[in-house]
């Protein structure tokens, strides 16, 4: 039996060496289910624990983006989680997708490579223990045992020998279903962590080519150049202002536990400025339909409220480009809200991606600081 194991992880790392440049690793996690609500101080009783083994491989170049940020890592993680909490929390397992950004340059001129990185990740996740009124009622963190992963990883890797590299930093993991089931708290772990990279191919990350790229001014039509970017193909040039629209819906359930789902429903306009190849801000507004807003305003002033399940809001906005793929950082706050038990504050993290010219597809998680608000499947159009 172990000779059979033996022969087939030799044939997959012959395979791994015959397709470079695959990379995998393997992190140690230590740290704490956060109590972000008064009532969660009780789910921690000790210190959570979790490994994560990564399979990815190291971006060539072949897009643009990829340059733009140093060729950074893509890959698979199986993380595994250890709560310290059998009784309530049990234990939690996610599968993700994820991208390992260098923050900064390959400097081979120093004998012992240092690199800090953020590693960003969003997937699925599995929890054994969930709420249930009879059997584990404390447990007001999360009400399913499917839901959505978030993932971030702040470190610094430093070359060790030959292709083995030396990771150490500091993680954040969050376990939400974004209100779909009630409760939902969520479950957030920070943690520090430690581990190491096997590179199957020599790690290089210099972008040799300090070349230029360009913006179509929307105003002239003319072309607006740049430098220290890359790519100096006019063929290739890149709008400076555009417009986003977004419409999306979700559902959602408020308390009683086990209680019906209600529909919600976001317009949203933005003006982006495109600031250079990575980065791109605008300001934006938008018209939200909650209908579980009303529910809680009878509930509270026993007297209904056609408009309290509307808002509006206005948002700063950060995109991050990665080519068809935009991750999006929302801080709003809202204009018109006839539910005043919410914060006047909202965020929302997400991601659009390219489909078909000017559409692409929306997935969005709306919050009020720590607390979910809904999650938000949509659709966007650019011009």
């Known amino acids: 039996m172990h000779l059979r194991l033996l022969l087939y992880f030799s044939i997959i790392i012959s395979c791994l060496q015959a397709q470079k440049p695959f990379v995998v690793s393997g992190n140690f996690h230590y740290g704490w289910v956060m109590a972000h609500h008064p009532y969660m101080a009780i789910l921690n009783q000790g210190h959570t624990k979790a490994f994560e083994l990564n399979i990815g491989k190291q971006t060539q170049g072949d897009a643009l983006w990829q340059k733009a940020y140093y060729l950074p890592d893509f890959g698979f993680s199986l993380m595994a989680f250890d709560f310290a909490n059998p009784s309530m929390l049990g234990t939690g397992i996610s599968l993700f997708p994820n991208i390992d ?10 004998k012992f490579h240092i690199e800090w990185r953020l590693k960003l990740g969003y997937g699925i996740g599995y929890l054994s223990k969930i709420f249930d009124r009879e059997n584990n009622y404390k447990n ?35 376990f939400s279903n974004g209100a779909f089931k009630t409760p939902n708290l969520g479950i957030n772990v920070p943690a520090a962590n430690i581990g190491l990279i096997y590179y199957f191919k020599n790690i290089d990350r210099r972008v040799r080519d300090s070349v230029s790229y360009y913006f179509e001014d929307d105003l002239t039509g003319s072309l607006k150049k740049e430098y220290n970017a890359v790519s100096s193909d006019t063929s290739l040039a890149i709008k400076k202002i555009e417009n986003l629209l977004i419409t999306s819906g979700g559902l959602k359930e408020i308390t009683p536990y086990y209680g019906s789902k209600y529909g919600t429903f976001n317009i949203r306009y933005a003006k982006i400025y495109r600031h250079s190849f990575k980065s ?3 300001i934006g507004g938008e018209i939200n339909y909650n209908r579980a807003n009303s529910i809680l305003y009878q509930r509270i002033y026993e ?6 399940a509307w808002q509006a809001g206005i948002s700063i906005q950060y995109f991050l480009m990665m080519g068809k793929t935009e991750l999006f950082f929302h801080f709003g706050t809202y204009l018109f809200n006839e539910y005043k ?26 919050t009020h600081f720590a607390v979910a608000d809904n999650i938000e499947w949509g659709i966007a159009y650019k011009w």
């Open 280 to 282: 791109t801000f605008g």
């Open 341 to 366: 038990e919410l914060s006047m504050f909202y965020h929302r993290i997400g991601g659009i991606h390219k489909i078909y010219k000017n559409w692409y597809f929306n997935l969005s998680l709306r």
């Open 303 to 308: 007297k209904s409220n056609p408009l309290s």
């Open 140 to 174: 007001i963190a999360i009400g399913s045992h499917l839901n959505a992963f978030i993932y971030l990883n702040n470190h610094l890797v430093i070359k060790l020998k030959n292709h083995w590299m030396l990771s150490a930093g500091i993680s954040f993991s969050h």
């Open 101 to 110: 950004f260098p923050l900064t340059k390959d400097k081979n001129r120093h």
